[in-house]
């Protein structure tokens, strides 16, 4: 199948995404697994435009429909960036925590309560890790960001079209 009017640049593009949301999910999953960082809701919420982007662009590469999928890749980048800008949010204080970051049911007894705290994921506010001063969601946040902007820039560029 020859590659026509910047279909390569296209198909470069759903690659770089592809790789990026797997380094990113594999970094997720290394920090949780390997190293024993709890995610809390908002950190599984932004893994899943990551799948979403790993599985878009694997179908965009296969069956040609790659401008559309690029479409799609991008979409999934600003949702999860958007995700990671609220978490932030969330953990400097500025939204409210969501509900389904912190409750953790009703306890009869103080063994009942002790249970649950040790079982629950932690809160959306709290910070687990930082590096140069910014969160885990920050980083993700100027990172999706990025990625949107850039494969948006290559989706709209003469070379994309």
Not at 38 to 51: D, G, I, K, N, S
Not at 67 to 90: E, K, N
Request: proline share 2%; charged share 10%.
């Amino acid at each position: 199948m020859a590659l026509r009017n910047g279909s390569g640049m296209i198909r470069h593009a759903l690659v770089l995404a592809g790789l990026f949301a797997a380094l990113a999910l594999g970094f997720a999953w290394l920090l949780q697994f390997g190293f024993g960082f709890a995610p809390c809701e908002l950190c599984l919420w932004q893994r899943y435009p990551y799948v979403a982007i790993l599985l878009l662009a694997l179908l965009g590469l296969l069956t040609g429909w790659t401008r559309t999928a690029l479409g799609l890749v991008i979409a999934a980048f600003a949702v999860d960036a958007a995700i990671a800008w609220y978490h932030g949010g969330v953990e400097a204080g500025l939204f409210a925590l969501p509900q389904s970051c912190g409750a953790i049911g009703r306890a009869s007894t103080i063994e009942e309560l002790r249970a649950q705290l040790t079982q629950a994921a932690p809160a959306c506010d709290q910070v687990g890790w930082t590096f140069l001063g910014l969160s885990l969601s920050v980083w993700n946040a100027l990172a999706a960001t990025s990625m949107t902007a850039l494969l948006l820039a290559v989706l709209l560029s003469r070379a994309g079209r």
